[in-house]
């Protein structure tokens, strides 16, 4: 556990027990969990100061629920970082890599692929809300 | 072309070592048409020909055509031996033409996979019967390869839902275990009820949509064994009522079956209950604190009774309303978040209502309530044959 004020993230997620995993995890990491369990509820949360990092689900009530809610925090300040958890390559075939298609286009930071390894998401936290280090 | 009736072209090859017969059929199908108002369209020819053997083989190759006119008899070889030496004989329609119409070219011919036979001379207004007769057979065959590619499909697009629906309970499960192993709420067992808790019922949710998917699979493939007695109603309709009371008072929702004192309809007394208990499990389910489920049965003329199901619940708007049926469709929104199910309820109920030549049908006011009618009709007693081979295997 960190001893400095802990830093809120943002959870989306519309699964109940996925979202209750997460908000162990996340704590035992020292981090407080701002959660919502849809878009439509995460809307209103995206505030200036509300969460230092965000964890979202891609497909929610819409198909593209994570990636509308990552253009709108990256609207309000583009060094949150947002991390995108989806399963969709497993489901849809689809790919969406960072490395290979660094295009804007999508508005995240890291997409990581269900089966969710919580290892990684702490990793990818780490990373990114890393003290100190600057954005691209 | 902005003709309203879409003009669609089928490629016919006339192989005849005889000009005149060449140029009389090919005249016989100019500006010839077939309307084939069942599939929506007009079909006209367009013509090629070959005067030998080694030509006709040599047009198939270049490209398949739909239709192939050929003559018995050629100068360099038999039109069975074109057929035999075509490539892809199993794409176009073949119409023998023979001098004399021998059963035994018939037959040679019919196995090597010909559709039709003109015999010589023939009419113009033969030729066309007999072409009319052929692009029918292919704008059917046509049809019936869209459907099967389209129940493909739905098929494919049943077992992705299905996955994505089995995975989701294994993956929540999975998440609890791991935190268990790593010991993430300390030592102490009760700081994990609430995760054993929800992992039990996830697991159950798991039980439901397996049961509920042989359920429907048995009902679709037709082989679930009937067992057709004399079924009283409003007895079932209770024991159905019953079996909701648990989650009713869970619920704070009151059930009640208005009916006859007796009900009797022949039925299979499984099927009976599945159709009842899947109307007020919904109706139960998706419904408010203090609210009503009714199940009303009434007789509607012999060996016919009329179902009905209604609730004081959250109700469906008319976007929701038309995509109920639809297999794995729950409703996602704020009044129904909590609420377990297969999403396969629904189907099951239309599919048992249809063995008893029901149709059901929804209607709803959003934050208002749900209903669901049918009428239930005596079953038909199973032929005896059918029993004693079921008796047999």
Redesign the interface.
């Known amino acids: 556990m960190t001893s400095k004020a802990r830093m809120k993230i943002l959870v989306v997620e519309d699964d109940p027990d996925m979202m209750e995993q997460m908000r162990i995890y996340l704590e035992s990491e020292g981090y407080e969990v701002v959660a919502a369990s849809n878009q439509k509820e995460a809307e209103p949360l995206i505030r200036p100061g509300a969460f230092g990092a965000a964890v979202l689900d891609l497909m929610m009530e819409n198909p593209d629920s994570g990636f509308v809610l990552s253009h709108r925090i990256k609207k309000m300040d583009a060094r949150i970082p947002v991390i995108i958890v989806t399963s969709v390559t497993r489901e849809t075939g689809f790919y969406f890599d960072k490395a290979r298609d660094p295009k804007d286009w999508i508005k995240a930071d890291a997409i990581i692929h269900k089966e969710l390894r919580f290892e990684q998401l702490k990793g990818e936290l780490r990373r990114l809300t890393g003290a100190g280090e600057g954005h691209e | 072309m902005s003709d309203p009736e879409p003009l669609h072209l089928l490629d016919v090859l006339i192989v005849d070592d005889e000009a005149g017969m060449r140029a009389g059929a090919e005249r016989s199908l100019e500006g010839f048409t077939v309307a084939l108002p069942d599939f929506g369209e007009t079909v006209a020819f367009s013509v090629r020909s070959a005067s030998t053997g080694a030509e006709a083989l040599e047009e198939l190759g270049a490209r398949t055509p739909d239709i192939v006119l050929l003559d018995y008899k050629l100068p360099d070889m038999t039109g069975i031996d074109v057929l035999a030496a075509a490539p892809g004989a199993a794409d176009f329609l073949t119409i023998m033409i023979t001098a004399f119409a021998s059963l035994e070219v018939a037959v040679t011919a019919t196995k090597r996979g010909a559709f039709d036979f003109l015999a010589k001379p023939f009419t113009p207004e033969e030729l066309r019967a007999t072409v009319t007769k052929a692009a029918r057979s292919i704008y059917l065959q046509r049809k019936a390869r869209r459907l099967e590619e389209e129940k493909r499909q739905v098929r494919f697009e049943f077992i992705?839902v299905l996955?994505?629906e089995l995975?989701?309970p294994l993956?929540?499960v999975?998440?609890?275990m791991?935190?268990m192993k790593e010991r993430?709420?300390g030592p102490e067992l009760q700081a994990y009820d609430q995760?054993i808790e929800?992992s039990v019922t996830?697991i159950g949710g798991m039980r439901k949509l397996v049961m509920d998917l042989l359920d429907l699979t048995r009902l679709e493939s037709g082989r679930k064994k009937r067992a057709i007695e004399t079924v009283d109603l409003a007895r079932s309709a209770a024991l159905a009522a019953d079996a909701v009371a648990e989650m009713a008072a869970a619920r704070k929702v009151e059930v009640k079956v208005d009916s006859p004192a007796s009900l009797p309809l022949r039925a299979d007394p499984g099927e009976i209950d599945m159709i009842f208990s899947n109307l007020l499990t919904n109706a139960v389910k998706y419904n408010k604190e203090g609210g009503r489920a009714v199940l009303e049965l009434r007789p509607a003329g012999s060996g016919t009774v009329s179902v009905r199901c209604s609730d004081t619940g959250i109700g469906m708007t008319e976007e929701e309303l038309a995509k109920l049926f639809g297999e794995f469709v729950r409703m996602?929104n704020e009044h129904t978040?909590?609420i377990d199910g297969s999403g396969l309820g629904l189907s099951i109920l239309r599919k048992v209502a249809a063995l008893y030549g029901g149709e059901v049908r929804a209607s709803s006011r959003y934050g208002e309530g749900s209903s669901f009618e049918l009428t239930l009709r005596d079953a038909e007693i199973p032929a005896p044959e059918a029993d004693t081979a079921l008796k047999g295997a």
Request: charged fraction near 40%.
């Open positions: 992705r996955a994505h995975k989701s993956a929540a999975e998440g609890y791991h935190l993430m709420k995760m929800r996830r996602k978040r909590g």
